[in-house]
Structure formats: C-alpha cells, structure tokens
C-alpha cells in the first residue's frame, strides 16, 4: 500500500523530501524558540487555573478506583490518566504536569513543521512554527496545567500523520493517525473536527490518484476505524469488570442536540464543571443570533489582528491552488467557532476554547506571511535597485515586526492570566495562614475553586432567600456566620453587586470587620476581605430580628 506523492500536494506525483541538515539546525532554533517563553512561564511555579483542580481530582479518583467519580465528568479521558502516571512516576503532581505541558507544547513544533514543509515548503514551515511559538495565547496557556495542550500536541500530529498517510498511502501512517485522532478526541472533544480534514483530504485524494482510489478509501476506513476498535478494546480489558461502558464525553453532543430542537439549556456552574449549579450561580449566557455575532469576533480576536491579517493573505494568495490543503483547515477554524456560539447559549466559554481553531490557521498565516515579505522585499528592490541587500533586510525586518508584536501582546497576556489566578492563589495561601483551618468562606465569586484549594476551606454558597435583598444577605450571613467573607471587584459574581454593596456598607452590623488592604498579598488589595469580629450573640440576633420585623412591615 505505497504511492509517491510532492511536496505541497495531495497530487499522484509528488514524492517525499528529506531533511536537509540546515533544516534541522533551524527546526531546532525553532523549538528552542517555542520552549523558552513556555518554560520561564512555567518557573518557579506552576501555572494552575480553576479547571486543574478538576483533573487533579478525577486523576485521585482514578488512582483510588473510584472509577464512577473518575468517568462521572469527562468520561474515557487521557488526561487524568497521564497525571496519574505523572505521579507514580514519583513526580510532584502539579510541578510534572506544568512540565508535561509545556513538552508537549513545545513539541507541537514538530508536526507543524512537518506538516507544513510538505503542504508548501520549508521557509513556509519554519515560519508557521515561528508564528505558533510567539502567538499570544498559544504560548500563554502552554503551560497550564489542562488538557489544551496536550489536546493541540494530539491534533497537530494526526493532521501531519494523515496529510503522509493520503499522500504516500502506507498503512501504518494511516493507522498512526487513527492512533492519534483517538488520543485526540479522548483528551478535548474539539478534536472530534478533525473529521473534517480526514474526509476532505481523503476526498481529494480519491479525486486525483484513480490508481491508488481504493487504497486511500481503506486506508481512510482503517483510520477512522482505529477509535471505535480503541474504546472497544478498553472497555473489554481494562474496564472488564466496570458495570458501564464508557464511550467517551458526549455531553457536547447532548448540547448540540438539544440545542437544534430548540430545548431550553441546562444551566452549569462555573464553579464546578459537569456538576449540579450552586443555587445563585449567575452563569453568563448569550442568546443565539447574539452569540453567532460575538463566536466570530471574540476568535478574531484571541486570533490577534495582525494573525487574522496573515490569515486574509494567505487565503488570498491559495485562492487558485492548494485548496485541497487548506480549506479542510478553514473548515475547522469555522466549524470551531460555530460550535462555541452554541456552546455560549448554554454557558460561559473560556479563550482557551478558541485554540484549536487558531492553531488550524497557523499554516495560513505562515503562507501569508511569506507573500507578504515576498510583496515588500520586491517594493524595495524596485524603490532602491542599487541596495543589494535592503529587500532581504526589509523581509527580515517585516518577519521581526510581525515577532515582536507577537511577543509584546503575548507578555500582556500572560501578565493578565498571571494576576488573574495569582490573586485567587495569594488570596488562598492568606487565608490558610491567617485563618483558623479549615476555614468557612462566603465570596460573591462565582468560582472560588483555586481560592479554597490553597486555603484548605470550604465555601458557602448564597441561596434564594438571601438574595432578595442586601438585608437578607446580611441575615444570611450572619447565620451561617463564616470566618471570611471576600468582595470581589470582578464581572462574575455569585449575587448583584448591590447585596455586595450592602455587605461592604454595613458589615459592623453582625459582627465583622475589615482587614486593612495593606496587611493584605499585594495582589489582593483592591479585594474587599471581611473577618469574623466575634460579635455578641445577643447583638446579632437583635439586629435580625430588626431586619425581619422591617421586612414583615414592608410586606404589609
């Protein structure tokens, strides 16, 4: 099962080119490239956000057997299955999954290289893997603690794996991209759009290569069969003696599905992902036609603007050709964004959702990129024919250009992500410090998961009744009487921000004080953190009983 295929084709000619060795040494700057930024993100501690928590404790119940807990989210997942090898390993847990992330980050640049070098060509392909090791957000979540990048790793090697597979037509590449694609959509559900390159790649094979036809259709059929026989196989041997077969996360699926026939979304809590929302959770949702306007240029922009630019160029630039390479990309990029608009109806979405679809467009902005270095290396030979070397120095300096803005908005990026976790973490490691542990924390956070996490606490959340107004908030409080109670100054609250209002203004009332901002972490001083003043019973119950007589006045 073997035909030749060239470079930068899926035609029937087209045959496979080595790498020379000035290749590697610039493959390996570009890894290099791509590895720094994500390990200096990642030293001295680990970059862990609310959803980490998430994996860390399906990861415990897998290593526990509590196979229920294990699959009850996410189903047959990878990810919790390489924290806990990380750990029996001997590896601090989150230290080695910070690391795992940013390797397997890093590493993308690999099948992004290869995958590129042969849809175009090498200058194309070290470009693509320049733009990936700079973007914004590509590097900024690179070493989270999430599935992301280990998902994008996955994703980027089927395509590569299948781009060979269809062009060379060997069945060991075609069952190494079914390998991959099961790795793939077993780690983020968002992998399951590589579909669209598998049917379109193999389309235009099929179209081109009237000899190899049938081979590409089995190999195809023996790629997409390798999921399937992987969920078959683990469900007969390591899950023999589960009651329930797994088949993976289909809660997208149920979402998509309601959502067509109009059902009225279940609400999630940001706080706790998969689970029964928390009464009082506000969860931000977006109607349909609102969230297909805002899917695209919410993506334009974790895309960036001089990316989206690179993008229209190059798109300009295959308008005639290649469209067997690319299109199957634009796809994903598109059918990613639809997917998130309907993702938003029903719930919150993080930038990071964006990603794979960013990623899809990489070899795109690389193509442009070169057309437009081509452009203005050309303008300047023209303006100034005597300066031998002034066009590839403009070249260089457009590539420079296009680098350093890259970094400097990725170094915004990934300040803000920094302050955004860094104050919950600092916030956390306060409160276990200063407070009696196991502490009771009430928050107007909406997701408090990173905040009890370092605080060792446990946290209260508002029910109906005390939202009614800022006096019964304060009853509420009063009652239950935590050690903590924090105000935040964030978009997503738990309660209106007048209930927070009411708090701040009158918390002397049932016996709190406030802790001065200056003996607070740095980060958290623009938080407002009220402590448990130890007020007289005597002094809170009155002040309830006056609240509820006022109330039952007002009632009247």
């Known amino acids: 099962m073997h035909a030749s295929s060239p470079s930068g084709t899926l035609s029937p000619t087209s045959r496979s080119v080595a790498l020379p060795r000035a290749g590697a040494a610039v493959l390996t700057a570009l890894v290099l490239a791509a590895f720094l930024p994500r390990a200096w993100l990642c030293w001295p501690e680990p970059v862990l956000c609310c959803d980490s928590l998430t994996y860390l ?8 057997g509590d196979l229920e807990q294990a699959f009850a989210y996410l189903s047959l997942n990878v990810y919790p299955v390489i924290l806990l090898a990380i750990r029996r390993l001997g590896f601090d847990t989150l230290l080695g999954a910070a690391w795992w992330s940013v390797m397997v980050s890093t590493l993308t640049v690999l099948p992004l290289w290869g995958l590129t070098r042969r849809m175009f060509d090498q200058r194309t392909a070290a470009l693509a893997c320049l733009l990936y090791a700079v973007h914004p957000s590509l590097c ?5 603690v999430t599935r992301d990048p280990t998902c994008w790793f996955f994703c980027v090697l089927f395509l590569y794996l299948f781009w060979r597979a269809v062009a060379e037509v060997r069945a060991w590449l075609f069952v190494a991209a079914g390998a991959a694609l099961t790795l793939a959509v077993h780690t983020r559900s968002e992998a399951w759009l590589m579909a669209i390159p598998l ?15 049938w081979r590409v259709a089995a190999g195809t059929a023996l790629c997409a069969a390798v999921v399937p026989a992987s969920i078959l196989l683990v469900n007969v041997t390591l899950l023999r003696g589960y009651p329930h077969w797994e088949l993976g ?69 295959l308008r005639r050709r290649l469209w067997q390479a690319w299109l199957p990309l634009t796809l994903v990029a598109a059918a990613m964004v639809s997917a998130i608009a309907v993702r938003m109806t029903v719930t919150g979405i993080d930038p990071r959702y964006y990603l794979t679809g960013v990623l899809a467009l990489i070899p795109l902005a690389a193509v442009g990129l070169c057309r437009a270095t081509q452009w203005l290396a050309y303008r300047v030979a023209r303006r100034w024919p005597a300066r031998a070397r002034l066009p590839s120095a403009a070249a260089v300096g457009l590539v420079v250009a296009v680098v350093a803005a890259g970094g400097a908005e990725g170094w915004a990026t990934m300040h803000r992500m920094s302050q955004f976790f860094g104050k919950r973490a600092a916030l956390g490691q306060w409160i276990a410090d200063h407070v009696q542990s196991p ?28 939202r009614q107004s800022g006096s019964a908030t304060l009853v509420w409080i009063g009652e239950i009487r935590p050690d903590v109670v924090v105000l935040w100054r964030e978009p997503d609250r738990a ?15 049932i016996g709190y004080r406030r802790v001065p901002p200056a003996q607070l972490p740095p980060l958290c001083q623009d938080l407002v953190v009220l402590l448990d003043d130890g007020a007289p019973a005597e002094e809170t119950e009155r002040f309830r009983h006056a609240e509820r007589s006022e109330a039952s006045r007002l009632a009247r």
Request: hydrophobic share 45%.
């Open 199 to 213: 049917a379109g790649w193999a389309a235009w094979r099929w179209r081109v290569d009237a000899p190899n036809r």
């Open 495 to 509: 309660w209106p921000a007048e209930l927070s209002r009411a708090v701040l203004e009158r918390h002397r009332e």
């Open 140 to 144: 900024a979540y690179g070493p989270h």
């Open 249 to 317: 996360c289909t809660r997208h699926v149920k979402e998509m599905g309601d959502w067509s026939r109009g059902v009225a979304p279940e609400r999630v809590a940001s706080g706790a992902p998969g689970a029964a929302p928390a009464p009082g959770v506000r969860v931000l949702r977006f109607s349909t036609p609102v969230a297909f306007r805002k899917a695209p240029v919410w993506f334009v922009k974790i895309l960036t603007y001089p990316y989206t630019a690179l993008v229209v160029v190059g798109l300009w630039t």
């Open 57 to 64: 404790r399906l990861s415990n119940a897998l290593e526990q």
């Open 439 to 466: 502490a009771d924390i009430v928050s107007d956070c909406a997701d408090n998961r990173l905040v009890l996490y370092y605080s060792g606490g446990q946290d209260h959340r508002i029910d109906a009744e005390a």
